[in-house]
């Protein structure tokens, strides 16, 4: 064990990929953020957090666009976060160089930094297709080293 | 890798990120279980397991207000546990107190139990929330550790 | 850390694991294949790519089956995927034999492929249902594993 953590590319593996999983649970007080701000929730409960009239209640069991928007954010990170988690994780084992190593973590991490901002603030494409693009092409870069190195099938 | 399999908090972590991980995974089935109760399904060839009248099965493509519960609570798994898993595992190999690393494990299995039974049976606020929070605060912990230890930017 | 890469088990993780995430991430493209060919976006920004008409553009922020079935085939991935990964993971761990494993591996993986088809061809049930039914018996099987080797509570 003292072994993973006196190497390089698995501490860098760590401090990564523990940033990109944090900023991907910062969409949830921001989605809460937005379901205050414009009073559409999901679930009866929670519409008693502010308000006791039911008829007033009601009217917030609703979507609205900005909630909807950080929802699909939310969802996109899933979508490719935890497939570089994984990967990410399997290619530090394969003992890759540290600098080719950070550079792959760096690209991906910031590429979904630019793809946040892209997303929450509607910027016009291809701004958020291009920061999706080339987080999938990091984490297939490091699929293709893991089956090229640790191939058992 | 025995070394992994000899160190107390790594199968403290194990056995903890099974079990919350097996609860995720049992929200499928309830999902499951309501839309047969409530007859609301999402695929066409879904309706056709207990109906072939072709006007009834139209009818069951429907959304119903308790599948739509289930589905939330197990979006809302996939957001915290999956965030849980990754940092824990790490956070494990940075080889904290086992009473230290017990009590984060603990705290956090024992939240997503209490988030699932409040979000299903729909309890009043704050004991969805509160419980959603205990479990963000215990895996936030265990990132600050992981940072600390192993930061390699 | 060579350890790990020196065990057959822990080899044969890597390339499956690596082979059904690669596969998850697949639906990604194909949900934007159909959004194009189908015209249904959630983006404003999106409906620009191809046209810039704005009364076209506002006709285009729309849901479409087809777009709704990819996307829960890969919703139901991530529900699936990610407790495989995590369990089969630790499972890799406990040190089983080599072809049990592979049969875990072979039958998971498998199953997912048939699954995704199933799902997306909207294939008469039960195909969808029992490759899902044996990706989780699958996955269960390596979590009692898990559970009866590394119990610590």
Known sequence: MADLMNNDVFLAFCTY???????MMFMAPL???Y??????FSNWEDTAIRQKDPEKRKKM????PDVERVR???QNDLENIVPFVVIGLLYALTGPDLSTALLHFRVFVGSRFIHTVSYVLALPQPSRG????VGMI??????????TTALLL
């Open 17 to 23: 990929a523990t940033i990109v999983v944090l900023k």
């Open 138 to 147: 990091t984490t297939f870069s490091m699929a293709y080293r893991v089956l």
């Open 61 to 64: 069991l609703q979507t609205h």
């Open 72 to 74: 699909r954010c939310h």
């Open 130 to 133: 291009l920061s999706w693009v």
């Open 35 to 40: 379901r205050m701000t414009r009073k559409a």
């Open 31 to 33: 989605t809460g953020y």
